[in-house]
């Protein structure tokens, strides 16, 4: 799987866009961007996953470049319960494989 | 709403005493993982089954750690004997067989003390 980073941690204000970045310049043609978010105290809970086009949810948004090699999720009204960390995966889909989280982003959204 | 569900919710034991932590994936789901959460390492994953196969146990310590499908609604992971360091909370998660999505559960908040 491709190695993603992400910013540590990001600040928001409740009913604003939260545009969370991922950089993943090794990415291969056939591995897709996965989101998932780790709310305090529960299990991980996928959001979004694209190839190249953009997608849309009614969780979120997911804007990948052209070239792939980064991609952002957008949360477009973040409320306070979006707080969470959020991890950006990048793998083969329909691969039934495990996960591979890194550290995520740690995302604070502020009254 | 279908939903994967692990017992127990809570477990603190001593160094040395057997720790059985129970899962029950989404009825239809052809693959479980069990990951480990701590402070220091993340989310890890420690073993994963298809259709009751374990395919992947790598990330367990084998000394320790065993973990199995009785059938196909039941996954379990056991440590004997527990240690100070197995401390973490562990998420069990079932998907089906061609899909993306993982389904995670609660989570089991295991202290080893």
């Known amino acids: 799987d491709a190695k993603t980073t992400q910013p540590t941690s990001m600040d928001c204000a409740e009913g604003r866009a939260a545009n969370l970045p991922c950089n993943h310049s090794t990415i291969s043609g056939n591995e897709y961007v996965y989101w998932y978010r780790q709310i305090h105290s529960q299990g991980p809970q996928y959001i979004i996953h694209g190839l190249k086009n953009n997608e849309t949810n009614e969780m979120a948004s997911l804007i990948i470049t052209e070239d792939r090699k980064s991609s952002t999720l957008i949360l477009p009204h973040a409320t306070l319960r979006d707080t969470a960390v959020y991890y950006c995966?990048?793998?083969?889909?329909?691969?039934?494989?495990?996960?591979?989280f890194g550290k995520g982003t740690s995302l604070l959204v502020t009254p | 709403d279908a939903r994967v569900t692990q017992t127990p919710r809570h477990k603190v034991t001593e160094m040395g005493q057997e720790v059985t932590m129970r899962c029950q994936p989404i009825?239809?789901?052809?693959?479980v993982f069990w990951y480990r959460q701590t402070m220091m390492q993340g989310l890890e994953l420690l073993a994963y089954f298809r259709n009751r196969a374990p395919l992947d146990d790598s990330g367990m310590p084998k000394d320790r750690f065993s973990a199995e499908m009785p059938d196909a609604t039941l996954a379990t992971l056991k440590i004997q004997p527990s240690e100070p360091r197995d401390s973490a909370v562990y998420f069990c998660a079932s998907g089906p067989m061609i899909g993306e999505t993982q389904y995670f559960g609660p989570g089991t908040r295991l202290l080893v003390l």
């Open positions: 995966i990048v793998r083969v889909s329909n691969s039934g494989y495990a996960l591979n």
């Open positions: 009825l239809g789901h052809n693959t």
